[in-house]
């Protein structure tokens, strides 16, 4: 069973004098919870759909001896 984990919907409006820094707020959450994050981060780039994976690119090269 796959357990999904859904970001909360945040914000505050903040000047930019006093906007904290995106490194503070990653280093308050545990590290399931960044690990989770980035995992969801990575499937989105890659648009993986129907939980298939995509795969490098095989590539063959000939040496002639």
Known sequence: ??????IAK?????SMK????DFAY????????RLACLEEIRQEYHGWKD??????QRIYTIVKR
């Open 51 to 56: 939980n298939t994976e995509q795969r490098l």
């Open 18 to 21: 006093n906007q904290p820094s």
């Open 1 to 6: 069973m796959e357990i999904m984990h859904k």
């Open 10 to 14: 945040v914000y505050r409006k903040v």
């Open 26 to 33: 990653w280093q308050s959450r545990s590290f399931e919870e």
